[in-house]
């Protein structure tokens, strides 16, 4: 008789691959994608080290996984955001402030996924999550453009620079360390927002008031 798993047992393989995925998640947000290690995980997990390998045959094969989920988590959050916004402008600003808050909020996760060096081959993945946010800040340039707010332009290249633009202000090498004080964390999304918003043609996104304090989490709008 041909075995068939049951709901229970297909819950029970899903809930441990999602607690494997979210221990491998806590270390990279803690220590980089360098601290995302087989055994230290499934110990993080509370599996046995053999139990991450029938889930994830190779370390590479878990951070892609990392790198997917996480990338999917930013999306979902920038599609929600953009998508309660009134209109395609503020949909735009808000899709932008979402990215360069999911960013900052964990900094060396988001660093880990961009061009942290690892020793496996994950260039495959990175590049995926790169083109799935770019795609979607690129979805809401362009209807912002058919709405005429926005002037004509090519909307994959300003996705894109956008794109770099904010990784590399908020967690690149250039980046400023100080961002750990909620004012200035907060500043800085209002600062590349605002950056992101001229650069495509919105020239008084603070004046229309498609840059706003309500925009952001909780923590950020402390002392204001």
Known sequence: MVYRR??????????????????????????????????PVASRANVAAGTVYRYFPSKSELISELIAEVSRDALAAIRRAADAAPG???????????????????????????????DVDVSASR??????????????????????????????????????????ALVGPLAPDNLDDPAKLRDAVQTVTLLALRAVGVMDARARGLVVQAALPTSMLAGT
């Open 88 to 118: 395609p402008s503020s949909a735009l600003a808000a899709a932008v402030t979402t990215v360069a808050v999911h960013v900052l909020s964990h900094r060396k996760l988001a660093w880990g996924i961009l061009a942290e060096p690892v």
């Open 6 to 39: 049951t709901h229970q047992v297909v819950k029970r393989l899903a809930a441990r691959r999602s607690a494997i995925l979210a221990a491998a998640r806590a270390a990279a947000a803690e220590g980089g994608m360098g601290a995302v290690q087989m055994a």
């Open 127 to 168: 590049l995926a999550s790169r083109r799935e946010i770019s795609g979607e800040i690129e979805s809401r340039i362009e209807a912002a453009v058919r709405a005429g707010h926005l002037p004509a332009q090519d909307t994959g290249l300003a996705a894109t620079a956008l794109l770099g633009a904010l990784h590399e």
